[in-house]
């Protein structure tokens, strides 16, 4: 007999404390979390998935965790349940994250203990019954650059499928046949034939762009995208409609599952300028950046400017973007500034100036003279693995850290970023 009807809800990719130099962005990502955990309660979810990366890193500021442990701790306080997987950003080996404590605090269950496992070992998918809806629910944590492609192919779900009841699957992956066209040259993910059959209902992380599709057995496949985003172009997607910024509100009616996407960033506040300076000197490149922003200013603003093109003279470090921002005022809102596109005809222009600027130059530099010829550094997923490495590195180290400590954290992290196992050589 299938089940009684209940509702429950899914997110994947809050990122929250991301945005690390953008206060109010980093604020408006968290608010836009804390909305979608009130959109779960008006709506009677009796519980919330969470498919990975709920944090940015393993570690955040707790500053960042306060407000969303709070939260969290009141849904489960009303007699709702909470069920967890890591994602890529807030898993970490041999150390503990913020996931592992607050699950350690009964905030919420993580659904796959199975961090890490030998490759090509078989094993069985354990699961998880949530007894007032009977619901069985199972999962495989993501792990960085698709380390946990061999989780899946080597997973034994007999168990899991010969269960009663209504069966969810929490995963953390990229699903090939529901890439965006843009990531398919970019990124190696799983196959839906890879997913354990038989579920009622499969929740997906990872990507974040919105999908509703199909798995195996006839499952409903879904990924809820990004909560906010964590670049301009998750922002931009989100704004165009291409893709959902929320919580998913599933209702389980006869054994089959219906999803509503709720949308719950704030993108009436975000403002995605673009300005082409090409042929302008750097005092009229200057005058229409202060127009524009002038143009789309107002109290909790969040402008994303992105300027491009090559000016007909003088240097982009005479534009002074940063005073262009700050000569606005506080009530004009926020600015985060994209000039990686932004040239000048004189060489000496191209010179960064701002610590925004310097990462991005020392990220072009090590990926296009350093690292040439190596593939697991190419396009979009090499890119993201050099700031991933940097980001890593230059943490500092925790209060009471032994030195030593410090620095096998830190190694640990390159391995597990560049997909290097403890016993492989340097080389």
């Avoid at 078989?122 to 946990?148: C, E, K, M, Q, Y």
Wanted: proline share 6%; with cysteine; charged share 25%.
């Amino acid at each position: 007999m299938p089940p009684g009807p209940f509702v429950f809800a899914h997110l994947a990719d809050a990122h929250v404390g991301a945005w690390p130099r953008d206060p109010a962005v980093r604020s408006a990502l968290r608010q836009s979390f804390l909305s979608a955990l009130r959109v779960a309660e008006e709506r009677g979810a009796e519980f919330l998935l969470i498919s990975g990366d709920l944090f940015h890193t393993p570690v955040p500021d707790p500053g960042e965790v306060a407000p969303v442990a709070a939260a969290l701790r009141r849904f489960v306080d009303q007699g709702r349940r909470i069920y967890v997987i890591y994602g890529s950003h807030d898993y970490v080996a041999q150390r503990t994250s913020w996931l592992d404590v607050l699950a350690e605090t009964g905030v919420f269950l993580k659904v796959a203990p199975e961090a890490v496992r030998a490759e090509g070992t078989r094993w069985s998918l354990p699961f998880h019954v949530d007894a007032p809806t009977g619901a069985r629910i199972a999962g495989i944590s993501g792990r960085s650059h698709g380390l946990d492609r061999e989780y899946f192919r080597a997973v034994d779900s007999e168990s899991f499928r010969a269960e009663p009841g209504f069966k969810i699957f929490q995963f953390h992956a990229a699903v090939e046949e529901y890439l965006p066209e843009g990531l398919r040259a970019h990124i190696h993910g799983i196959r839906v034939a890879d997913l354990p059959p038989g579920c009622g209902y499969y929740a997906g992380g990872h990507i974040h762009f919105t999908y509703l599709g199909e798995g195996p057995g006839g499952g409903l496949l879904v990924n809820p995208g990004a909560v906010f985003g964590t670049s301009r172009t998750d922002l931009e997607n989100g704004q165009a409609g291409r893709t959902h910024q929320g919580v998913v509100i599933v209702t389980v009616t006869e054994g089959r599952a219906a999803a509503e996407f709720v949308d719950t960033a704030p993108r009436d506040a975000v403002h995605l300028v673009d300005v082409d300076v090409s042929g302008k000197t750097a005092a009229e490149a200057r005058a229409e950046l202060e127009r524009r922003l002038s143009d789309e200013s107002g109290p909790g603003a969040l402008l994303f400017p992105r300027v491009h093109g090559t000016l007909a003279d003088g240097t982009v470090a005479s534009l002074s973007l940063t005073q262009v921002a700050r000569q606005r005022g506080p009530s004009s809102g926020t600015v985060h500034w994209d000039v990686r596109d932004l040239t000048s005809a004189s060489p000496e222009s191209s010179t960064p100036t701002t610590e925004s600027q310097l990462e991005e130059e020392e990220i072009r530099r090590l990926l296009t003279e350093t690292m040439l010829g190596r593939s697991w550094l190419e396009g979009e997923d090499g890119e993201r693995r050099v700031r991933e490495l940097l980001r890593e590195l230059g943490s500092p180290k925790t209060e009471g850290e032994s030195r030593q400590d410090y620095s096998n954290a830190r190694l640990a992290s390159a391995r597990r970023i560049l997909g290097v196992r403890p016993d492989s050589s340097d080389g």
